[in-house]
């Protein structure tokens, strides 16, 4: 109760957060994206950079419990190639919150992924995915562009909103990645760059020792959606995975551009 008074929060409210917590863990051993409904719900309820800096030790947690369900699965060829690019979006990021109001955040987050879905769209009504479990599209020099793209694009708004998952997902979709794949790479991926916003994160003042007391309730509910996660993806076929993900991002998007 003293946390729930700490941050004001009606019984009702601490239910839709421990809610949001839960789909943190499924989006991260099922469809990732999803986690986007979890921002927009903690934005809702709790200050909305207060939030940014609360959602990140659940998404931690959900990341760990993805790496250890799909850590045989990571690509790491596409990992390396995209942690340089990842690294710039995080500092230009870090700059963008030093000046910018909720507003202009939320909207310009909602624009690039609904931007990116549409890019992602497009590329896959001109070509088949490849359905290697690890594929080789980033050994190319479109490739390397893409990557490269989407990377400072998945820095930038992971930093200022916890909302790179949409941006990858587009990315690892583009790129042709079976379900495995995709999941394992993400997971690896979400991890190290989580672990590493955390020094950013407290420097801007958005993680304390508030916010902790807060994520240590919540985070019991990570993991029962991540075991959910885990059960549902071997009963999701490919097709319908894809279109939860793209889905998962257009909903997203949308949150934020029109809240």
Known sequence: MNMMTLWHLSGWEFAALALAALLVGFSKTAVSGANTISLAVFAAILPARASTGILLPLLIAGDVLA?????????????WRLFPAVAAGVVIGTLFLMWADDGIVRTSIGAILLLMTGVTLWRRRRENADEDDAPDAVTTPTGRLRARSYGVLGGFTT???NAGGPVMSMYLLSAGFRKLGFLGTSAFFFLIVNVSKVPFSAALGLIDTRSLLLDAALVLFV?????????AVPRIDQRLFDRLVIAATVVGGLQLLLG
Request: proline residues 8%.
């Open 67 to 79: 790496v250890l369900t799909y850590r045989r699965h990571a690509h790491w060829p596409t990992l």
């Open 159 to 161: 930093m200022v909103a």
């Open 223 to 231: 993991l029962p959606g991540a075991l959910l996660g885990r059960w």
